[in-house]
């Protein structure tokens, strides 16, 4: 398998966009400079980039900078003339202005519009160019049933729209049929934590019931058009909540027959084993007609699993050495790989070692590259999607949909992921020599 | 003695199935129990009696204890013996002491789902709450021990010159009267007897008339554990048997943790030195709270609108450290309202006992009654966007109310109401906010929302209250994290969990020696 392993990775990796464009790119290069030199920076930064869409002026964003700004012991010269603006109004003008734009400019790379609508354009380029997508509303936090009902009737209108948008486009064989079947083209990722205001973690139940009415009528919504529903994991406190609710509709006669939906396994999670053996049980109990997807994934909340966990004293339920989330990532892969074909697969990872890992266990087991799906992050895997794309494996692109504000929390989360030393893309960035990355964890 | 460092007792993992039936199964068990039959217990002898009921405010009918009620003689009795008994206690080691407190809280984590369980039915508290409450009655047991051991051992030092010997030691103050509330029926009477025993003083404890079903687990830990039935009486009984307990003439300290009225009363009873009296008695006193939560413009109100339904809502509002007001930046008012209306519209209202419930019943019928008066003042005076579902017909249930566009000088704005209602207020800026919380004789917790650094400081240096939290609910205060307590009338400014809560319960003293003699330092 390690042979299979190189052998696909370096595929991948002689597929890459080479030239000065690494995958950090993707981030502001200036701002990331500043934010790789120091924590305090980083902190300051990430502050910013946090507050930028409740400031109410451009005086106030620069008032906001400067007092993060502050908290930095040794600031670089671009910083201190930042400061020293920030001491007249004119200068604050000015600085709430550059300062406002660059973090639009970084949320545009991540974000692909402010709705379906929007994004249509880079949808479109993407199908062109052999990548599916899975478009993810971004919103405010949920806390009313009101805020609930409004974020269903977004996505029952984005399926709509995208149903109306695909429909129209080019075949590409590759995205749209593996062994069990054909697979749809419009793919939608959607939160339990905003179909419902109450999700509380010592009862599950309470937020399964308030999201199944909702979930209900966007799975009918779904069916109709012959879309594929994806059910996004968060963070542990919600995980028993999404796994009932998901599992509990799903097995339910009224969608036996679709439509086309999927899970997701956070490699990260001590439990992850348990939890899929429990998707297994679950596909000899019920009788659907089209396979559940799983995407694999690392799992996105690391660092509040562990913040949380150690404020209440308990052990966290991730992974606390990378190395454990990678290995058990590619001990997972080969379990969901060979649960084929009672489960669809999704690889969602940015790491070229996880990544070239499944597909040498597809190829061993004798998959066609139409057999495992690899999902990307808008605006973070753009280079693995092309190299993936390029080399004719089947590759599908998450691209979260919505306003500045909304989409500030997801902008933050991926900033800090990308930042971290630990970060595959940091590595990759750094130029750590191929045979590292593809090492075994 | 050294012992490890202190860590917080964790909660239980409720997000996991099995711990929540650890609960469940435990409540099954202790139902069959009930009701508990309290004694008054003084020494080796125990009274029992069945003048004092404790009922589930869940269902009124349910007795879950069967209490004695401390008369004037009992008051007496006790306070005999604890006079008796405590110079032999203080005079054990600290040591020995913490040894026996230790020994308590060890039996507390062994009991812990069945003291929960107890909570639940005798004080409704939802079981997230009720096993906090364990927990921090078992940090408190922990950390009192160690503060206890650290004053004995390594008392402050002080200058030496040649010939002289000088030492600062901490001594035990003598008799202790802990008067308890019920809204934290474990930690907030274990809290200050344990404070009380780890220094060496005797405790004659007189529990809230509707917990004293808690307080009997706790003295029975506290004995299985090693601490002397002699400096552990317990008086269960109403506010007469607490009323003599403060007045009586051998009392040396009274703890108090309860509303503001009972704590002045209290004040101006033990300022008064009875005949033959020999002390000048000390009152820590924990009081109430009118609570504000200030939310500036910047604020993430993603955050702000969770954080502020568990602080005022949580445990129906049942906690002095509850918010009352939300004072809001006049930009963001309208999108606050409507989210934390529409939040608490969802709001579980239900029993104790069943995971999900935000908003138990309340205490009793009289609380029932005083907050259904302010609702009604509420919407009278101002307007209510909450709509006030219905709730269960039995117990003491009340709907949770989120009220606006009161006039300034509503009692809905100024006084304790002690249960689910929430008042929020327009404001220009976070500076006419700290005007607002200025005018108020309270001071125990304040919070503020805010995502600028210089006005998060401004705001720290404006405010009078013991507790300020940023970016936080403020209820939930930790042990050993959140040194907990109030100013101006909200208390006497001792931190309960805190580093300097110990020094309330001693009296220092200071011994001078002469080391010199015949012109020769010896």
Redesign the interface.
């Known amino acids: 398998m390690e042979a299979g392993t190189r052998q696909a990775g370096a595929e991948l990796a002689a597929a890459l966009p080479h030239g000065p464009r690494g995958p950090l790119r993707a981030l502001d290069d200036r701002a990331m400079e500043f934010a790789a030199q120091d924590a305090e920076l980083r902190a300051a930064l990430f502050?910013f980039v946090?507050?930028v869409p409740?400031?109410?002026s451009l005086d106030?964003l620069a008032?906001?900078l400067t007092?993060?700004l502050?908290?930095v012991e040794q600031p670089p010269p671009s910083i201190a003339v930042a400061m020293r603006m920030g001491d007249s109004r004119a200068g604050r003008a000015a600085l709430g202005a550059a300062a406002a734009a660059g973090v639009r400019r970084m949320a545009h790379r991540f974000i692909v519009g402010e709705t379906p609508r929007a994004a249509h354009g880079v949808l479109r380029g993407l199908w062109e160019q052999g990548v599916a997508s899975s478009v993810d509303l971004l919103g405010?936090?949920t806390?009313?049933?009101?805020?609930a009902d409004r974020y269903a009737a977004r996505c029952a209108a984005a399926l709509d729209d995208l149903a109306e948008l695909y429909a129209p486009l080019p075949p590409r064989p590759l995205l749209e049929r593996d062994a069990a079947g054909p697979t749809p083209r419009v793919n939608l990722s959607v939160k339990v934590s905003a179909l419902t205001?109450?999700l509380?973690?010592?009862?599950?139940?309470?937020g399964t019931r308030d999201a199944a009415v909702r979930l209900r009528g966007l799975l009918r919504r779904a069916r109709e058009l012959g879309a594929h529903l994806h059910i996004d994991m968060e963070s542990?406190?919600s995980?028993?909540a999404v796994s009932a609710l998901v599992l509990e509709l799903l097995g339910e006669p009224e969608f036996r027959d679709g439509p086309s939906a999927g899970v997701v396994l956070q490699a990260y999670l001590r439990e992850s084993p348990e939890l899929l053996e429990q998707i297994l049980a679950w596909t000899t109990s019920v009788e659907r007609s089209t396979p559940l997807t799983v995407r694999l994934v690392k799992g996105a909340y690391w660092d509040h699993e562990v913040v949380e966990a150690r404020q209440?004293?308990?052990t966290p339920p991730v992974f606390e050495v990378k190395a454990q989330s990678d290995r058990n990532f590619e001990a997972l892969t080969g379990a969901l790989l060979e649960a084929r074909p009672r489960l669809r697969i999704a690889i969602a990872s940015h790491n070229l070692r996880s990544v070239a890992h499944a597909i040498a266990i597809n190829r061993a087991l004798g998959g066609a590259p139409q057999d495992v799906e690899f999902q990307v992050l808008r605006g973070l895997g753009d280079d693995l999607q092309r190299a993936l794309a390029g080399t004719g494996h089947r590759v599908r692109t998450y691209c979260p949909v919505g306003d500045l504000v909304a989409g500030m929390?997801y902008l933050v989360r991926r900033l800090l992921e990308n930042t971290s030393n630990e970060s595959f893309l940091a590595e990759q960035a750094a130029g750590v020599p191929l045979d590292e990355l593809l090492a075994a964890p | 003695m050294t012992l490890p460092p202190f860590?917080?007792?964790?909660?239980l993992?409720?997000?996991?199935?099995p711990q929540?039936q650890l609960l469940l199964d435990a409540l099954g068990a202790l139902e069959r129990e009930l009701p508990l039959r309290v004694p008054v217990w003084i020494g080796d002898e125990r009274r029992e009696g069945e003048e004092l009921r404790s009922t589930d405010p869940g269902e009124p009918e349910r007795a879950v204890a069967l209490a004695a009620q401390a008369g004037d003689a009992d008051v007496e009795r006790a306070v005999a013996l604890a006079r008796a008994a405590a110079p032999p206690w203080a005079a054990t080691p600290a040591g020995e002491r913490a040894a026996a407190l230790l020994r308590t809280a060890a039996l507390l984590r062994e009991r812990r789902a069945r003291l929960a369980a107890l909570a639940v039915r005798e004080c409704a508290k939802p079981?997230?709450e009720a096993d906090a409450d364990v927990c921090e009655a078992i940090d408190f047991v922990e950390y009192y021990a160690r503060g206890a051991l650290a004053l004995e051992q390594t008392p402050p030092e002080l200058l030496q010159v040649p010939g002289e010997r000088n030492a600062l030691a901490y001594r035990a103050r003598g008799v202790v009267a802990v008067i308890a509330p019920w809204n934290f029926p474990l930690a907030i009477p274990l809290g200050m007897t344990c404070a009380a025993l780890a220094t060496g003083n005797a405790v004659v404890l007189k529990p809230a008339e509707q917990a004293p079903g808690c307080a009997l687990e706790l003295v029975r830990a506290l004995r299985e554990g090693g601490v002397p039935g002699e400096v552990i009486a317990l008086l269960p009984g109403a506010g007469e048997a607490g009323a003599a307990l403060v007045r009586h003439r051998d009392g040396a300290t009274v703890a108090f943790t309860g509303s503001v009225a009972v704590g002045l009363e209290i004040l101006a009873a033990a300022a008064a030195v009875p005949k033959g009296g020999a002390h000048l008695k000390r009152v820590v006193a924990e009081l109430g709270g009118k609570n504000c939560v200030i939310v500036d413009?910047?604020?993430?109100?993603?955050d702000a609108?969770?954080g502020i339904?568990r602080s005022a809502f949580d445990y129906a509002g049942q906690k002095c450290s509850a918010a009352s007001r939300v004072l809001v930046h006049e930009?963001v008012a309208d999108a606050l309202l409507?989210?934390l209306?529409?939040?608490v519209?969802?709001l579980?209202v239900g029993q104790a006992d069943?995971?999900?419930t935000a908003v138990p019943p309340v205490i009793e019928r009289a609380a029932q009654e005083r907050v259904a008066r302010y609702a009604q003042l509420a919407s009278s005076t101002g307007r209510v966007p909450t709509s006030a579902g219905p709730v269960p017909a039995d117990g003491w249930f009340c709907a949770p109310v989120v009220a606006c566009d009161l006039p300034a000088d509503s009692p809905v704005l100024h006084e304790e109401i002690f249960g689910p209602l929430l008042a929020v207020e327009r404001v220009t800026g976070v500076d006419a906010a700290c005007d607002r919380v200025d005018e108020l004789s309270y001071a125990l917790t304040g919070g503020l929302y805010c995502?600028?650094?210089?006005t998060v400081e401004r705001v720290v240096r404006r405010s009078p209250v013991g507790n300020l939290y940023v970016n936080r609910p403020v209820t939930g205060a930790m042990v050993g994290r959140q040194p907990f307590g109030g100013n101006r009338l909200s208390g006497t400014g001792s931190k309960a969990g805190g580093p300097d809560y110990l020094l309330h319960f001693v009296e220092p003293q200071v011994v001078t020696e002469n080391t010199i003699r015949h012109g020769l330092v010896i």
Not at chain 2, 297 to 302: G, V, Y
């Open positions: 502050r946090d507050v409740a400031c109410r106030d008032r906001h007092g993060f502050d908290d405010e936090a806390v009313t049933a009101a805020e205001p109450l509380r973690p010592d009862a599950p139940e309470l542990f406190d995980r028993e209440h004293g308990w929390a | 860590r917080n007792e964790p909660v993992e409720l997000r996991r199935a929540r079981w997230a413009a910047d604020a993430d109100l993603d609108v969770p339904v930009a409507e989210r209306a529409g939040a519209d969802v579980v069943t995971f999900g995502r600028n650094p210089h």
